[in-house]
Nanobody, 116 residues
């Protein structure tokens, strides 16, 4: 089974930065996969944060545009989310997602808490 393991979450003050990592395990390559970051705050639905296609095209939620950057290192089978200028409303559990055709896999999530 493919596993996605997120790391890098934590507690940070508003205006600070964090970099999340999502490492894919038990898979030969992620080259053909679309990867993404989603988040879920307490009492809210899971929402898209950013995605990156196999070709490297990116898409961002309006709320994070200009502050967050998604990137991928196919050799390391890892996807990153650089988060700058963090706001309290960015507080959520962040999940990594990998998609290939009809196949989709989620990570277990990593908590990000931004204090005001």
């Amino acid at each position: 089974q493919v596993q996605l393991v997120e790391s890098g979450g934590g507690l940070v003050q508003a205006g600070g930065s964090l970099r999340l990592s999502c490492a894919a395990r038990n898979i030969f390559s992620i080259n053909a996969m679309a990867m993404g970051w989603y988040r879920q705050a307490p009492g809210k639905q899971r929402e898209l944060v950013a995605t990156i296609t196999s070709a490297g095209s990116t898409n961002y939620a309006d709320s994070v545009l200009g502050r967050f950057t998604i990137s991928r290192d196919n050799a390391q089978k890892t996807v990153y989310l650089q988060m700058n200028s963090l706001k309290p409303e960015d507080t959520a559990v962040y999940y990594c997602n990998a998609v290939l055709g009809s196949y989709s896999r989620w990570g277990q999530g990593t908590q990000v808490t931004v204090s005001s």
